[in-house]
């Protein structure tokens, strides 16, 4: 991948009821990209833990990578098109991209000996306060690690299927490629997973409503 910047996704779903009069408010008022960032900032980062593992946790904590993809929806989130497809999937579009970005990032500061701090030097400088308290708080809240401790715990498939429809809001569609199964299986599995993850005891507004 270059580094252009990723576009809204094209698919055919609006977006979530429930953020839709939050994404017209946004265009007038510059705190209202905040409120509505905050619906899946939680998940967010649920899936920078999941994905930050390894060698890649020693050099990037999920909370340092949730508040990159803050500021760079932040920034992009003007030019884009929020009234064609699905908020949420659009910020995970942007977490992709960061978090690509973000592992080139950490694989050439290894290269070049540098510490984690020494790398990120600089990156997160001009974070808001309130983006600062806002991931540190969902960092330590208990019931959001617990569900990523649930999350690790997972088979790959099951995993891959909460990640594609449940954090990132994906289509049935979309999901199916990514799985290479077809859309009424990923529809038939998730509705399965989502209900087990309930009975679970599953943060309530963590995932993405169909």
Not at 41 to 57: C, F, I, N, Y
Not at 63 to 72: N, P
Not at 106 to 114: I, K, P, Q, V
Request: net charge neutral.
């Amino acid at each position: 991948m270059g580094s252009s910047t990723p576009s809204v996704p094209e698919n055919d779903r609006e977006l979530e009821p429930s953020t839709l009069d939050l994404a017209r408010l946004a265009r007038s008022d510059p705190a209202g990209f905040s409120r509505l960032y905050e619906r899946v900032a939680p998940a967010v980062h649920a899936w920078a833990s999941l994905r930050l593992r390894g060698r890649a946790r020693a050099r990037l904590e999920p909370e340092d990578l949730s508040q990159e993809i803050w500021m760079r929806a932040l920034e992009l989130f003007p030019t884009s098109d929020a009234t064609h497809g699905n908020f949420r999937a659009w910020v995970f579009s942007v977490a992709r991209f960061v978090l690509h970005e973000a592992l080139r990032r950490a694989e050439r500061a290894e290269l070049d000996g540098l510490s984690s701090e020494e790398s990120k030097h600089g990156l997160l400088a001009n974070v808001p306060d309130d983006v600062t308290t806002a991931t540190r708080r969902m960092a330590r809240d208990e019931a959001l690690r617990a569900f990523v401790a649930h999350m690790g715990r997972l088979e790959p498939e099951d995993r891959a299927l909460l990640v594609h429809c449940g954090l990132e809001g994906m289509t049935g569609a979309d999901a199916g490629l990514r799985l290479g199964i077809s859309r009424d299986a990923v529809h038939k599995r998730w509705q399965r997973l989502r209900a087990k993850l309930q009975a679970d005891g599953l943060p309530p507004g963590l995932l993405h409503e169909d």
